[in-house]
Nanobody, 124 residues
Framework: QVQLAESGGGLVQTGGSLRLSCAAS????????VGWFRQAPGKEREFVAA????????HNVDSVKGRFTISRDNAKNTVYLQMNSLTPEDPAVYFC?????????????????WGQGTQVTVSS
């Protein structure tokens, strides 16, 4: 079992930045690729970014390329999502998830472990 806990969400103005954290406990976290997803009210859960177990490979959805950066520190059992230039299209509950299936997985069903989510709100 891997337990995940997101933090760092909040309210920010359009154009602002937030850094989300995903802290893991349980099994060896470095064995897992990690993804970030988001879900806005009335919408399906959407893939945002993923990172390999080593941190050397990353994959972002087109809508966040150049604005969001995923990274990880396995010594701290933590994955980060740095979000810059936030827009009114970005508000959602953001979830981190872990999988042993490898990097680049964009389907929520490919991930075995999920956190509870953290709310991101962007004001205009």
């Amino acid at each position: 079992q891997v337990q995940l806990a997101e933090s760092g969400g909040g309210l920010v103005q359009t154009g602002g930045s937030l850094r989300l954290s995903c802290a893991a406990s349980g099994r060896t976290f470095s064995n897992y690729a990690v993804g970030w997803f988001r879900q806005a009210p009335g919408k399906e859960r959407e893939f945002v970014a993923a990172i390999s177990w080593s941190g050397y490979r990353t994959h972002n959805v087109d809508s966040v390329k150049g604005r969001f950066t995923i990274s990880r520190d396995n010594a701290k059992n933590t994955v980060y999502l740095q979000m810059n230039s936030l827009t009114p299209e970005d508000p959602a509950v953001y979830f981190c998830a872990a999988t042993q299936l490898g990097t680049g997985r964009t389907r929520a069903s490919d991930y075995d472990y999920w956190g509870q989510g953290t709310q991101v709100t962007v004001s205009s």
